[in-house]
């Protein structure tokens, strides 16, 4: 080792000697930008160096390579020009005025004057403040059987149900939808029956899943729409390669993702957009921003402004709309849909609303923010009675339709959970199937020592449940 660093110092010693590497002078060649002088170098390892330099730096040119040095010159960069400037100056962390908020109907319901939305449709319309009813009717019965010790989880969709359903109406059924936990309303658009949310809740035969998910964890193969898991996040990424699928494929489809503001503090938000971006893939983020992840308020998650100006940071096409707002959300999931398919690129939408009801029913809202404010949401921001108003104007609604729509929708719910209750429950053996081709040894084991156990004790399990 010895010998071996004394050849290395006497090698240096000699390269000195040869070069003139003296002293470095930090001061900037005036002829070359890219060249520093050395004292006394050697002319011909000047002509060498400034060789090598040329080179080296061939894929960076400045706009005046020669002359005096030109401040306004301009780095040509990969991924695109970029100006110098003399000024030392840093990037506000905020901007002054924060991104404004797009929105088509006043808080009374009332087309705001030029404003730019989607045509809808009396059929549209309708159907879809219908379905923003039932799923209104849904959530509140649902969540009293949950109350009643009928199922043992709910979450529900109380003061966001313009994003679920506008957002719906928008999207094509062969569009891929995967969501957070609290969409059901684009189920329910896309004809998921009242008889299998209830099936699902109660985890029964009738059940896509089999009973093995908590309830309102709902999945439909034949709608498009992905299973519920209640990681928080995990499913952008996963949005991202379904939709890079269908650019691959030529499809005429995107993705739509869902999440809330408090996944986009998950580091797959930030994976999953740079993902997007990069893969040009066609889908459409859209995150309900309501103001409170579970306890935590916005002000404890960020300082930048919202979600929307994290779209441009990452290069993703990027709006910020009311989510209360039927008709807003309608338009802008309408454009962002084409765009998203025509231009190949991702849409981040980032709706701002408020979670009326508790984070699940395992929640109790009222310790971390005020009945007050809770209800001034409910009453005066009602995203359901805004658009009823929007729709009494046009002429298209009445006292008693409403009346019609409320009664049929809470009869079929009952209806729907008593018959869920006395479905007969999935086989114990569908714990262990639909995973691997051929179960493995341990797998078999606990099979069989689950079986031993029910016959062992049972009345400790249900009579109904078959081994």
């Given at each position: 080792m010895a010998f071996c660093m004394r050849i290395s110092r006497n090698f240096i010693q000699t390269l000195k000697s040869k070069v003139g590497f003296c002293r470095l002078d930090l001061t900037p060649c005036l002829t070359s930008p890219c060249v520093q002088i050395f004292e006394n170098p050697d002319p011909i390892l000047q002509t060498n160096v400034a060789r090598?330099?040329?080179?080296?730096?061939?894929s960076i040119k400045a706009e005046e390579r020669f002359g005096s040095v030109d401040h306004a010159q301009v780095l040509?960069?990969?991924?695109?020009?970029?100006?110098?400037?003399?000024?030392?100056?840093?990037?506000?962390?905020?901007?002054?005025?924060?991104?404004?908020?797009y929105r088509v109907l006043d808080e009374c319901g009332?087309?705001?004057?030029?404003?730019?939305?989607?045509?809808?449709?009396?059929?549209?319309?309708?159907?879809?403040?219908?379905?923003?009813?039932?799923?209104?009717?849904?959530?509140?019965?649902?969540?009293?059987?949950?109350r009643q010790g009928r199922i043992s989880f709910y979450v529900t969709t109380i003061g966001e149900e313009a994003i679920n359903i506008a957002s719906a109406a928008a999207l094509s059924?062969?569009?891929?939808?995967?969501?957070?936990?609290?969409?059901?309303?684009?189920?329910?658009?896309?004809?998921?029956?009242?008889?299998?949310?209830?099936?699902?809740?109660?985890?029964?035969?009738?059940?896509?899943?089999?009973g093995r998910q908590m309830p309102a964890h709902y999945g439909s193969n034949k709608h498009n729409y992905f299973t519920i898991?209640?990681?928080?996040?995990?499913?952008?990424?996963?949005?991202?390669?379904?939709?890079?699928?269908?650019?691959?494929?030529?499809?005429?489809?995107?993705?739509?993702?869902?999440?809330?503001?408090?996944?986009?503090?998950?580091?797959?938000?930030?994976?999953?957009?740079?993902?997007?971006a990069v893969l040009e893939a066609p889908v459409i983020f859209i995150c309900r921003n309501n103001g409170?992840?579970?306890?935590?308020?916005?002000?404890?998650?960020?300082?930048?402004?919202?979600?929307?100006?994290?779209?441009?940071?990452?290069?993703?096409?990027?709006?910020?709309?009311?989510?209360?707002?039927?008709?807003?959300?309608?338009?802008?999931?309408?454009?962002?849909?084409?765009?998203?398919?025509?231009?190949s690129r991702p849409i981040l939408i980032e709706a701002l609303t408020y979670r009326v009801g508790?984070?699940?029913?395992?929640?109790?809202?009222?310790?971390?923010?005020?009945?007050?404010?809770?209800?001034c949401w409910r009453v005066e921001r009602d995203p359901v009675s805004r658009f009823r108003r929007w729709i009494e104007s046009n002429g298209w609604w009445c006292d008693e339709t409403e009346m019609e729509l409320r009664s049929s929708a809470r009869k079929q719910l009952l209806h729907a959970i008593q018959v869920a209750e006395k479905a007969e429950k999935p086989p114990i053996r569908d714990l262990f199937t639909d995973v691997y081709d051929v179960p493995p040894t341990n797998l078999c084991e606990q099979e069989k020592l689950l079986e031993e156990t029910i016959k062992r004790y049972p009345q400790e399990y249900p009579a109904h449940v078959s081994v």
């Open positions: 090598f330099t040329s080179r080296r730096f061939e040509d960069f990969p991924g695109g020009k970029v100006a110098f400037t003399p000024q030392m100056e840093f990037l506000s962390e905020s901007p002054e005025v924060r991104s404004p908020c009332l087309s705001i004057e030029h404003s730019s939305f989607a045509e809808v449709s009396k059929e549209v319309a309708i159907k879809m403040y219908s379905d923003m009813v039932t799923l209104q009717t849904m959530d509140t019965i649902f969540y009293e059987a949950q059924i062969n569009d891929i939808v995967v969501p957070q936990y609290r969409e059901p309303g684009v189920l329910l658009w896309r004809g998921f029956t009242l008889q299998e949310f209830a099936n699902q809740c109660f985890g029964n035969k009738g059940d896509n899943g089999k898991a209640s990681t928080i996040a995990t499913q952008l990424p996963h949005a991202v390669g379904a939709a890079y699928s269908l650019k691959m494929d030529k499809k005429d489809a995107c993705v739509a993702t869902y999440f809330g503001d408090g996944g986009s503090s998950e580091g797959d938000f930030h994976a999953a957009l740079n993902f997007a409170w992840a579970i306890s935590t308020p916005l002000s404890d998650q960020f300082r930048s402004d919202g979600i929307v100006v994290r779209g441009k940071a990452y290069g993703v096409r990027s709006i910020r709309i009311d989510g209360n707002d039927a008709l807003a959300m309608y338009s802008a999931v309408h454009a962002a849909r084409k765009m998203a398919i025509s231009e508790h984070h699940t029913t395992s929640d109790d809202s009222t310790k971390y923010r005020s009945a007050d404010e809770i209800e």
